[in-house]
């Protein structure tokens, strides 16, 4: 197979604060650009399907490669038009990517469909991973035994550090680094915030932060192209 999901959210506020997130729209490009070289096609779906949000700060930082994508209608246009998850057929893929953003805290964790789409893929001998805030949709995951998919794993996510570093921490929900402890799963991090930290534990890799895109798809094309 040489396809890949890609998972993007529906949600534009943090909870009921108005205060504006969405898709970290620089985790989906950075992602998508560089699997799509390396061969594979990308399917992008989000829990409700149709619109994806994007954070006006992932906006105003977007680099030249994000603001080429930005530009691209047709691409563009597939954010407006995603697939939902239970519509999803997991066969069909070899892996399934989780991107961030601050929106997905509110919409991964509860989805049964995603839960139920990233099981059948890695019980099919397929790829789960994240990057950033889309940690948050491993968390859930239950395997056919009963076990979650995190507990006795080393994973990465974005950190408690992390989130007072971008001086949202009173925002969120929860704590993405404390979820995945409480879940029995080995949480590691770069020593020093906001740089690049990408790590894979057989099947399930995971990227620390915005900047780690690139280095966790690195990563999931290697972990792809050894199955």
């Known amino acids: 197979m040489s396809k890949i999901l890609a998972v993007v959210t529906n949600q534009s506020t943090y909870g009921t604060n108005p205060h504006r997130t969405g898709l970290w729209i620089a ?7 560089r699997v799509r070289q390396a061969g594979f096609e990308v399917d992008i779906v989000s829990p409700e399907g ?25 691409f563009m246009s597939s954010l407006d038009h995603t697939r939902k998850a239970a519509d999803v057929d ?7 990517f989780y991107t961030g953003g601050h929106g997905v805290m509110w ?18 001998g397929g790829v789960v991973s994240s990057v950033c805030h ?15 998919l995190v507990e006795g794993r080393t994973v ?14 009173s925002r969120v929900p929860f704590l993405v680094e404390d979820e995945f ?3 029995g799963a080995n949480y590691v991090k770069a020593t020093i915030p906001m740089t690049p930290f990408a790590t894979a534990d057989g099947r399930l890799v995971t990227g620390q932060n915005p900047v780690s895109t690139k280095v966790v798809t690195a990563k999931i094309i290697e972990t792809l192209r050894q199955l």
Not at 54 to 68: F, N, Q, T, Y
């Open 27 to 33: 985790e989906l490009v950075h992602f998508y650009d």
């Open 50 to 74: 149709g619109q994806v949000p994007l954070d006006p700060r992932s906006v105003r930082l977007a680099d030249k490669e994000v603001r080429k994508y930005m530009n691209d209608r047709a």
């Open 90 to 96: 997991p066969a069909e893929y070899a892996a399934i």
């Open 107 to 124: 919409d991964f964790p509860g989805s049964a469909a995603l839960q139920q789409v990233a099981r059948d893929i890695y019980e099919n």
């Open 134 to 148: 889309g940690a948050c949709g491993l968390l859930n995951i239950t395997l056919s035994d009963g076990s979650l």
């Open 156 to 169: 990465t996510g974005f950190s408690t550090a992390e989130e007072r570093v971008a001086m949202v921490k």
């Open 181 to 183: 402890r409480k879940r």
